[in-house]
């Protein structure tokens, strides 16, 4: 765990680095990053020099949205909600290994725009430091297009995140971590708003059943959960375990399965050879 000195030296860190920014449209979708950075850009800029945009999508289960909805309000940021669907970005659907690059590159452009409306200098997202390990092409989108990651300047892990939300009494310290519902897929198998549809719906169940972190990845027909390791054992209720199954049937998928090896990000990536992942992220 990051010890308060350490904690205080990073907050003082990025607060420089957005102090250096002087006004910023905050990408903004109401988890546990964004949100600490809203907070920290307000109360650094001013609300006067910030605006956080959220775009609204079917990747973007509604529960998150009316979240964010609500965050911006308490914490009195202007907020402005878009229509960006990806499913309408020319290979997006298609799910290649690199989806994530063009989305990112269709929404910041989007956002850059916004900001040059508002006369806001910097488009900035809530990247963090702990980002840089996992295959995450969007980021080229990011570096291309100028777009600045305060979060990950600064050094500042998920872990730091979640210590500074907690002492700063933002709600979201303890928000499980959500990635857009595109990643429950294997690359290659076309993605839909029906099967996207499929899979809010199948989570929601487990939502709904008190798991605290947990995904549905999609395989065809199979849902193929994954919890937190602890969390696991609750299925050796039967009860529960029927009525879990039973019911993401319920949302489309014919079969239901349990991943031993857990929740884990980017499960989806595995797959992927080192060559592949270096192409996109250098």
């Known amino acids: 765990m990051p010890t308060e000195q350490d904690l205080e030296q990073k907050l003082q860190q990025l607060k420089s680095v957005i102090k250096g920014l002087t006004s910023v449209l905050v990408a903004f979708s109401g988890g546990v990053d964004s949100t600490f950075l809203l907070k920290v850009c307000l109360d650094t800029l001013g609300s006067d020099n910030v605006l956080a945009v959220t775009a609204k999508s079917a990747t973007y289960p509604e529960r998150e949205l009316q979240d964010a909805v609500r965050l911006a ?14 499913l309408d970005i020319p290979g997006f659907s298609d799910n290649p290994p690199e989806r994530c690059y063009y989305c990112k590159k269709e929404l910041f452009g989007k956002l850059l725009d916004i900001a040059r409306q508002e006369g806001l200098n910097f488009v900035v997202d809530g ?56 990643s429950r897929f294997p690359y290659g198998e076309k993605i839909t708003k029906e099967k ?23 395989h065809r027909d199979i849902a193929r959960i994954e919890v937190e390791p602890g969390e696991m054992s609750r299925f050796f209720d039967r009860d529960l375990r029927e009525q879990v199954a039973q019911k993401i049937k319920q949302a489309g998928f014919s079969y239901v399965t349990l991943d031993l090896l857990g929740y884990r990000t980017g499960s989806m990536n595995e797959v992927l050879k080192e060559g592949e992942k270096a192409a996109w992220i250098n």
């Not at 840089?132 to 979060?151: H, I, K, N, Q, Y």
């Not at 059943?209 to 999609?218: D, E, H, M, P, T």
């Open 73 to 86: 309000g308490m914490l009195g940021a202007r907020h402005k909600i878009i229509e960006s669907e990806e």
């Open 127 to 182: 990247s963090n430091f702990d980002d840089t390990a996992d295959f995450r092409p969007g980021m080229r989108a990011v570096r291309e297009l100028g777009v600045r990651s305060p979060l990950k300047e600064s050094g500042i892990t998920k872990d730091d995140i979640r210590a500074l939300s907690k002492k700063m009494g933002l709600p979201t310290w303890d928000k499980p971590s959500f990635a857009c519902l595109s």
């Open 196 to 218: 996207l549809n499929r899979v809010a719906r199948a989570e929601e169940v487990l939502r709904n059943a008190g798991f605290s972190q947990y995904r549905v990845r999609s």
